[in-house]
């Protein structure tokens, strides 16, 4: 399981229960080319990416929905899931655009966090937990980066600027509403400048 996987699918979850998704924002009529569910500028996300982030959301909707209910949620979380990692890479290609890169150094001592803190310091027994999980170092140093490039930018264009609308002591319901409105006036210019498809799956 790579970093963050587990909270990305109890968000999914709630965001699902709470308000149904919209559908994605450019589908095709396009069936599905073999294994891709959308293609975002030179990226494509493919139905492992999907089934990744998917696994544990799943169980949580069958302990919750049964019959055409639990289809319909199914398919609902997927198109929610693929919006979620269009999201991450028009954030990772727009940080790209500006230059921007995550000094090796924060990488390496995010790593050695992670050793001394889950694996009592012992740099084998981690190597053997990546390996387990069929995980190269690389590809571990290089989810620390982009997990990082999403938190600083989201804190750049959007934390920032919902400090700056928000009245003094908002309620938790009216900083909900303002993060949301100025996450998707931001996600939405991102998308205005990229190529992004969707390929419908039928699920």
């Given at each position: ?23 994605p ?19 494509v ?38 919006n ?8 990772l290609?727009?940080f ?14 995010r ?35 982009n ?22 002591n908002?309620?938790?319901n009216?900083?909900g ?8 006036q931001?996600?939405?210019s ?14």
């Amino acid at each position: 399981m790579k970093l963050q996987t587990l909270p990305l699918a109890f968000f999914i979850l709630a965001a699902v229960c709470l308000r149904l998704p919209a559908e994605p924002s450019i589908v095709t009529d396009q069936p599905q080319i073999d294994g891709i569910e959308a293609i975002v500028d030179q990226d494509v996300i493919t139905d492992i990416d999907v089934e990744q982030q998917f696994a544990e959301t799943r169980k949580l909707l069958r302990l919750n929905f049964h019959g055409e209910e639990l289809a319909t949620m199914i398919r609902k979380t997927r198109l929610k899931i693929v919006n979620t990692l269009i999201d991450r890479l028009l954030i990772l290609h727009e940080f790209a655009r500006m230059g921007g890169r995550i000094p090796s150094v924060f990488v390496d001592a995010r790593v050695k966090d992670e050793i001394d803190q889950r694996y009592a310091g012992d740099a084998k027994l981690f190597a053997e937990a990546l390996a387990d999980r069929g995980e190269t170092m690389e590809e571990f140093k290089k989810e620390i980066a982009n997990n990082s490039t999403v938190q600083y930018m989201h804190t750049k264009f959007v934390t920032s600027k919902v400090d700056a609308l928000a009245k003094t002591n908002p309620t938790a319901n009216e900083a909900g509403e303002i993060t949301q409105q100025v996450q998707k006036q931001w996600l939405d210019s991102l998308r205005a400048k990229s190529y992004v498809k969707v390929f419908p799956t039928g699920t």
